[in-house]
């Protein structure tokens, strides 16, 4: 059945009802051992709420966003364990795969519109290091068709190699092409303290990599990892003498069908298009007043196709605006300053809220080395699987 991109009652539709992010913070990504889904919340929670010189108990509300921690964990109510550990009765668990974590900042934003919370906070954890690589598989392939792909064999892994071999043979992408989105990322990642991969990479290395699933390869993959990010959001009137904040000024969600034998053209994600149609109309602006974008990364052909999905570059040509540069933190519209999921590590439910995490750093100039001049609008776009689900958050500092 097609699916029909339905319009959203957006903030610039609420009158009155603006909504900041005033604080983010985080644990570090990686293999992080001797942490529990416990300590992974409440470190990232303490590090928002420091950054945002609040208190726990000023937290009306807490949206907290997981993927796999039934599977990995034995514990599905993610909500209670962020309650007890932070001592606020509000939390409420938000599900969406990878995108999970952006879909509990839009809790988070409506909790504040609506007058329910003045302040809340988003959170996204993840923990996959317990897992073993073939169980890491096994859990990853629910984002993708069961019926139809999952259970005849088909991995995450398998399914972008066939996105990448069409979108090769539609558009003339190259693998060198394809390679330097790794290179891009883990440059940027370097000097992204959270960062799990902080070390340079080059095309060759990249390319001559192992095969994970033809013409995916190892170091076009990103791994999945343990964090957790938090941000704290509140109202206009409560943000209003803080001198660090990014306003979220547009939003929007897409969908399509999970089934890659489903979709019209693999070679473009349908969802981030609706998606960032809605966010970019709900904000008033066009791409073109985007200064830097957070992407989606899992796979580097997923990062090629966001950058024509949203407009960036025409379709067929993200490679080219990757390997000339364009992308880069000094080029015309930097894509994943913090290394994205390539170079930070892909901790599922974690993505959306690090994503937003940048955007506050970014537009509140507090990026260092990997700062982008003159940063006024971000925007932060995160799917889920093969691209089924999206959403799309834009944020401002003006």
Not at 322 to 339: L, V
Request: aromatic content about 6%.
């Amino acid at each position: 059945m097609p699916l029909i991109a339905n319009s959203l009652k957006g903030l610039n539709e609420m009158e009155g009802k603006n909504v900041f992010v005033i604080g983010a913070g985080s644990t570090k990504f990686g293999e992080l051992w001797e942490l529990g889904i416990r300590e992974l919340i409440s470190i990232a929670a303490a590090n928002a709420a420091k950054s945002a010189g609040v208190g726990l108990n000023d937290v009306d509300s807490v949206f907290v966003a997981n993927c796999f921690s039934g599977i990995v964990n034995s514990q599905l109510n993610i909500n209670s364990i962020c309650a007890e550990e932070l001592g606020v009765a509000n939390c409420v668990c938000v599900g969406g795969g990878d995108s999970s974590g952006a879909h509990a900042i839009l809790q988070a934003a409506n909790s504040v519109m609506s007058g329910k919370s003045r302040i809340a906070m988003a959170i996204g954890v993840e923990k996959t290091s317990d897992l073993s690589m073939s169980d890491i598989v096994g859990a990853v392939s629910c984002l993708a068709d069961h019926e139809y792909e999952a259970y005849t064999g088909a991995t995450l892994a398998s399914l972008y190699g066939m996105i990448t071999q069409k979108h090769m043979e539609k558009y003339g992408t190259t693998e060198a092409q394809i390679a330097s989105v790794s290179v891009k990322s883990h440059s940027n990642a370097v000097n992204n303290e959270f960062a799990q991969f902080r070390f340079n990479v080059d095309a060759d290395s990249v390319m001559k990599s192992p095969v994970v699933a033809s013409p995916v390869r190892v170091l076009g993959s990103a791994a999945a990892c343990d964090g957790c990010c938090a941000i704290i959001m509140c109202s206009g009137e409560a943000a209003r003498k803080r001198r660090k904040k990014a306003r979220l000024i547009g939003y929007g969600t897409g969908n399509d069908v999970v089934a890659l034998h489903g979709r019209e053209d693999i070679t473009s994600f349908r969802a981030l298009k609706d998606a960032s149609r809605l966010a970019l109309q709900d904000a008033g602006i066009g791409i073109q007043d985007i200064s830097f974008a957070e992407v989606y990364d899992p796979f580097s052909i997923a990062e090629i196709i966001s950058i024509e999905d949203l407009g960036i570059s025409k379709a067929g040509e993200g490679g080219k605006f990757i390997e000339n540069g364009f992308a880069d933190i000094g080029g015309k519209c930097p894509i994943n300053p913090s290394g994205g999921l390539k170079g930070c590590g892909h901790a599922f439910a974690a993505n959306g809220v690090r994503q937003a995490m940048e955007a506050f750093i970014q537009l509140n100039g507090d990026a260092g080395a990997r700062q982008v001049k003159n940063a006024k609008c971000a925007l932060a776009s995160c799917m889920s699987g093969t691209g089924s689900d999206a959403v799309v958050n834009i944020f401002s500092n003006e």
